[in-house]
C-alpha cells in the first residue's frame, strides 16, 4: 500500500511526532476494517482499528499516513521500541541461518543463551533454570505443573482482580468474567482465589491485606493442600493495583513456611517497565517461579518460567515442551531485545517516564476531580476514574476519554475489573516531546467531560 507520506521502514529512525492527516479510523483503515470484519472471527476484540504499518520509538504510523503516538506499547511487548535496531538485526540474522529445529529435537545455542540471561537476570542468587515456551498463557500453565509435580499437591490459589491469560487453567486463574471466561466454563478444578491488597479500595495496609489473604488460605484450603500461590506483583489486567508495601514479603514468607511455591506472574510487569528489571525487585521479593514474556522479546512471541533449581529440575524428562516454545527467531530477538535494555539502560528510561507522567496527572486530577486516584511504578501507570466526589468506578467516562484521545491521536488503553482504569504502557523509547504532548490531550480529554 503505498502513502502520502514515505515510510520506509520502522524502528527509531521514525519521525517522532504525532501526525493526523485524515480521521481516525482513516479511510484506507475503515476499508481494512470491512475485510476484518468479513475475514476475522467477531470473537477477537479490538481497542482502535487503524491498521499499522510502520513502528518505531514513540509512534505507530498507519495506512492513512497518519502517526500515533504510543501508549500501550502492543500490551507492554515493545518496551525497547518497536523495530528496535538489535532485535531486527538478531532476527534478519536468525532468519537467514536457520528458522526451526524444535529444542527437543536439535537443540541450538540461542535457547541455552535466553535461559541463561533469565537466570541472571531474574531476582534472587540461587541456582536455576528455565523453561521456554510461546506465550504468557503457556509459561503460567507450566509454572503449575511444576509446582504441582514438585509439591506432589494441588491447590493453586489466584488473586481477586489477577489476569493470567485465556487459556483453560489461566481463566480458571483470571478474575474477571467479561470478556475473558464467559460462556467458556467448565474451568479448571482447584483453583481459589483470594482477596488482593487493594489500597484505594480497601483502606488495609499491606501486612493487614496480606492477614486477611493467608487467614481465607487457612480457613478455606489448608496450607498442606497447597502447591503454588501465583501473583502479578503489580495487577495488569485487573487495574494496574499496586499492592500496599509489606503484602508481598509476607505472602512469600507464609508460602516458604509452608512448603508452597510462590510464583510470580511478571509477565506485565517484567523487563524494566516498572523502572527495574522486575516489579517483585521492588521490595527484594524473591519468588521461586517467575513468569515472563511480553517485553521478554521486543515483539516475537515468547515466554519463560524461570525458577529454583530443585523445582525447575524435578519434573520427569520430557514432561515440559512444546513444538515451538523457544523459537531460535524469537530467541535471537530477546538476546537483542536484552541488549538494549542494557545499552541503553532501559529501566531507568522507565522512572524518567514515571516521573513526568505521575506529577502530571497528579494535577490532571486536581483539575478534573475525576481521577479517584494516580498509581503505578515506572512506565506502568494508571488512573483510575471515579464519578467526582465518590469511588463509585466510572467505566463510561474512561470509555469516553479513551475515545477521544483515539480521535485525537494518542494509543490508550483501558483495563480494571469495573473497566474504569485508563492505563499507559509506553515504549521506554518514547521520545519525551511526546510523553508531554500525550498528557496534554489526555487533560483535554478529562476537562471535556
Ligand atoms: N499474565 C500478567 O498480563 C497478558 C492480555 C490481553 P499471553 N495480558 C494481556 C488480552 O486481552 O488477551 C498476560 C498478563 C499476565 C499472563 C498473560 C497472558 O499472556 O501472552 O496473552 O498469553
Known amino acids: 500500500m503505498s502513502l502520502d507520506v514515505a515510510v520506509t521502514t520502522g524502528g527509531p529512525a521514525l519521525a517522532q511526532e504525532r501526525r493526523l492527516l485524515t480521521a481516525v479510523p482513516g479511510p484506507r483503515s475503515v476499508e481494512l476494517l470491512a475485510r476484518r470484519t468479513a475475514s476475522v472471527s467477531a470473537g477477537v476484540g479490538g481497542t482502535l482499528p487503524v491498521f499499522i504499518v510502520a513502528a518505531g520509538g514513540g509512534v505507530l504510523v498507519d495506512v492513512d499516513g497518519n502517526s500515533l503516538i504510543d501508549m500501550g506499547s502492543g500490551i507492554a511487548v515493545t518496551n525497547v521500541g518497536n523495530a528496535a535496531p538489535r532485535v531486527v538485526e538478531a532476527v534478519q540474522r536468525q532468519v537467514a541461518e536457520f528458522t526451526h ?33 510461546n506465550s504468557g498463557a503457556e509459561a503460567v500453565e507450566n509454572a503449575v505443573k511444576i509446582a504441582r509435580a514438585f509439591t506432589r499437591r494441588q491447590a493453586v490459589v489466584a488473586f481477586e482482580h489477577g489476569y493470567h491469560g485465556r487459556t483453560n487453567l489461566t481463566m480458571a486463574l483470571t478474575a474477571k468474567n467479561m470478556p475473558y471466561k464467559h460462556s467458556f466454563g467448565p474451568f479448571a478444578p482447584e483453583v481459589y482465589r483470594v482477596p488482593l491488597s487493594y489500597p484505594y479500595r480497601d483502606g488495609l495496609s499491606g501486612p493487614e491485606a496480606a492477614k486477611r489473604a493467608i487467614g481465607r488460605i487457612d480457613k478455606e484450603i489448608g496450607a498442606e493442600n497447597v502447591a503454588a500461590i501465583i501473583i502479578e506483583p503489580i495487577a495488569g489486567e485487573g487495574g494496574f493495583i499496586v499492592p500496599g508495601e509489606g503484602f508481598l514479603p509476607e505472602l512469600v514468607e507464609y508460602a516458604r513456611a509452608n512448603g508452597i511455591v510462590f510464583v510470580a506472574d511478571e509477565i506485565q510487569t517484567g523487563f524494566c517497565r516498572t523502572g527495574d528489571w522486575f516489579a517483585c525487585d521492588h521490595e527484594g521479593v524473591v519468588p521461586d517461579l517467575i513468569t515472563t514474556a511480553k517485553g521478554i522479546a521486543g515483539g516475537l512471541p515468547l515466554a519463560a518460567v524461570t525458577g529454583r533449581a530443585e523445582m525447575m529440575d524435578s519434573v520427569h524428562v520430557g514432561g515440559l515442551g512444546g513444538t515451538y516454545g523457544g523459537n531460535p527467531v524469537a530467541c535471537a530477538a530477546a538476546l537483542g531485545a536484552i541488549e538494549e535494555m542494557r545499552e541503553h539502560d532501559l529501566a531507568a528510561a522507565a522512572q524518567r517516564i514515571g516521573d513526568v507522567m505521575i506529577p502530571r496527572l497528579r494535577t490532571i486530577a486536581e483539575r478534573s476531580g475525576r481521577l479517584g486516584e494516580v498509581r503505578g511504578r515506572g512506565a506502568m501507570v494508571a488512573v483510575e476514574v471515579v464519578v467526582p466526589g465518590t469511588c463509585e468506578p466510572d467505566a463510561a467516562t474512561t470509555a469516553a476519554v479513551a475515545r477521544a484521545c483515539h480521535a485525537e491521536g494518542v494509543v490508550v488503553l483501558t483495563a480494571g475489573t469495573d473497566g474504569n482504569v485508563l492505563r499507559f504502557l509506553p515504549p521506554l523509547t518514547m521520545p519525551e516531546h511526546l510523553l508531554v504532548e500525550a498528557l496534554d490531550i489526555i487533560e483535554r480529554a478529562f476537562l471535556a467531560q
Do not use: I
Not at 103 to 121: D, I, K, Q, R, W
Open 101 to 133: 529445529t524444535c529444542f527437543m529435537v536439535t537443540p541450538y545455542e540461542g535457547y541455552v543463551a535466553v535461559c541463561e540471561a533469565l537466570n541472571a537476570l531474574t531476582p534472587g542468587d540461587h541456582a536455576k533454570r528455565s523453561a521456554l515456551f
